[in-house]
């Protein structure tokens, strides 16, 4: 078969990895785009976002999404530019966010579910920010902050991941809204790139000593609000400084994701009971039908320079299994992509 | 010295017990009681209440209230009758309940904030009953599944710990709440009269096969609400079988107060993820300006025979340290008191 397009390569599932995915647990494969049928698109993936999330798509068993299945595209968001529409939602040289899959070319219908494009506008952020403050971590932040933290004022507001797409996002916003922020991350340059390029007020090196003191440092008036991607030995760190009613978001456990055994526990959850506090997890997807206000918060405050959106950008589509392992590595400064592709 | 009382006998913590507390952790005391000064009542203890909190008061170290003091009498709530009063707030022949600690007598001001003695009406329910339904576990019962745990008629609440005195009472109370009730008691015997006095629509026995098998069992619909005053392997049992949107109230922890090692923490904590669901922490004291709310709607519920308030009465003083260890060993159907006296 031929057809305008060149080939496409795909990362599909080729098994269910133990701990950290090896090379074997992919297949690489080729094979030909489909010309669009009357209402699909063909969609040139230029970025692909890799998340911790990802890890746990890979896994079988209930979760909040279907774990992707053996043999299957596997699942990620991407950024890419329309080339070929028989659709009246799209046309060519559009840019779209949405599920393209770790793949070069996303072809079917312009209203696949799963798929979910939207139009994002390259005049508002650079097209990678739309993988990162103005895209699902973003909103993830936003919302999972807002909505389920709740901080108030003069709070402290404690993240960890914080040079990570998500933890970036959290405290930039938290300090919009007025609170004290301490960003927990590993590595002098990360916790240098969190103070200094983000404007956090401290930032814990969990790689330099125990994050127990450095806390109670950091945070002399306790922790009201910490929003969690890690899990964990900091999470039970911080569940022993947190104040009366604060509030913990369950937002990611990336320590855990990567475990052959049992997760860890937070064995110092009985704080909750001491401090009337709570612990809720969060997903984005519920935020759906809201996401375009979180984009027009998170715009307006990138204009005005007051949240910037930090993009580590590794190249080439073949190294996607050892990009996606920099993050377990804690490679990334900021949220990571890979670029597949120039426009 | 002399006067009109006999002399006083207490148990005083002698040393902060490791695991279980020993006989050797406390101290036999007698010493005279002290005539009523201005303001002064003498208390002759007719009950005590044994809880399983009183554990965590043992140990040093921040909590919800200041540890029991190397030497100090220990802690407990307790029911007695005025025998000596210079305040107009309490004439002889008075019931009253309040923090007595464990004693024979308690002598000092009417309006000492520590004992914080309130007058009960021994006409409205039988003494004990203060000390349960109408008293701290009732309160606790009462507002931690109403206020926290927020359940809504037709969502399945499971409460562990459901033959004691905490578990006893959110079971009724959810039961007129128009939830269905599924409680978690260890051994027959506890499960029979959790179902059959208590009228519980079933009861796991979790000594005798996996929870979370009987879980699927008995909650078809999932899990809404769960009172957890276990802890442990059963809150994690739980944690797999919650609903969306679950609520979690941590009300104690009974499995993990002797753990000589770390405390088990919840490994299935990220289910709260997954199910954007809540844990929340929850002290009675926090409730006490409402308690009169609290006992006025229990003891309807007690007048119309719809709650049952059942004491499991153990007898002698001198007895203290044993009959305290049948909370761990779980021996008590209902909740555990001690006569001390007779009125």
Redesign the interface.
Known sequence: MTNAFPPNQQFRLAARPVGLPRREDWLFHEEAVAEPAEGGIVVKVLYLSLDPAMRGWMNEG???IRPVAIGEVMRAGGLGIVIASKSPRFKVGDYVAGGTGVQRYWAGSADDKAAAFTKIDPSLAPPTAWLNTLGMPGMTAFFGLREVGQPKPGETVVVSGAAGAVGMTVGQVARQMGCRVVGIAGGEDKCRFVVGQLGFDACIDYKAGPVHAALKEHCPQGVDVYFDNV?GEIL?AVLTRINMKARIV????IS?YNTTS??????????????????????VF?YAPRYPEGVAMLAGWMREGSVKSVEHVTEGFERFPEALLMLFEGRNLGKLVLKVADA
């Open positions: 209930k979760s909040y899990g039970d369950i937002c990611g456990a855990q049992q997760v860890k526990g937070p064995a110092n959850y009985l704080s909750l009971l001491v401090n009337r506090a709570r612990m809720e997890g969060m997903v519920d």
